[in-house]
C-alpha cells in the first residue's frame, strides 16, 4: 500500500505545474485525500483537501484561488492543478491519505504518506 507522488520540477513564477499521486495496493475511493508541503526548519502544512468522492474542498488561504485539488478514484490518482505559482509556493509536497476518514482538514488525520516530489519556483 503505497502512494506514489510525481509533477515536481523548477519553474518560473507566474508559471504552473501539476502533480500526480498514484496509490497502489489498496482503493482509496472512500477516504480523504489531500496534499501537504514542506519547507525546511518547517512543518508540514496542508495545501489542498478532498472529500472521497470529490464533492468537497478545502484549501489553505496562501493557495486559495491558484491550486486546485482533484481525484479520478477510478484511476486511484489525485492531482494537484498549481497555477500562478510563487517563489513561496517552493517546497516538498506531499499527498496523504486519511486511511479512517472520507474527508479532513486536519493533518493529523492523515496517516499513509507518499515520498514527496520537490517543486522550486523561482523568482
Known amino acids: 500500500v503505497q502512494l506514489q507522488a510525481s509533477g515536481g520540477g523548477l519553474v518560473q513564477a507566474g508559471g504552473c505545474l501539476r502533480l500526480?499521486?498514484?496509490?497502489?495496493?489498496?482503493?482509496?475511493?472512500?477516504?480523504?485525500m489531500g496534499w501537504f508541503r514542506q519547507v525546511p526548519g518547517k512543518e508540514r502544512e496542508i495545501v489542498a483537501v478532498?472529500?472521497?468522492?470529490?464533492?468537497?474542498?478545502y484549501y489553505a488561504d496562501s493557495v486559495k484561488g491558484r491550486f486546485t485539488i482533484s481525484r479520478d478514484n477510478a484511476k486511484k490518482m489525485v492531482y494537484l492543478q498549481m497555477n500562478s505559482l510563487k517563489p513561496e509556493d517552493t517546497a516538498v509536497y506531499y499527498c496523504?491519505?486519511?486511511?479512517?476518514?472520507?474527508?479532513?482538514?486536519?493533518?493529523?488525520?492523515?496517516?499513509?504518506w507518499g515520498q514527496g516530489t520537490q517543486v522550486t519556483v523561482s523568482s
Open positions: 500526480s499521486c498514484a496509490a497502489s495496493g489498496r482503493t482509496f475511493s472512500r477516504n480523504g
Open positions: 496523504a491519505a486519511a486511511l479512517r476518514s472520507p474527508f479532513s482538514s486536519v493533518k493529523g488525520d492523515y496517516d499513509l
Open positions: 478532498i472529500s472521497w468522492s470529490g464533492g468537497r474542498t
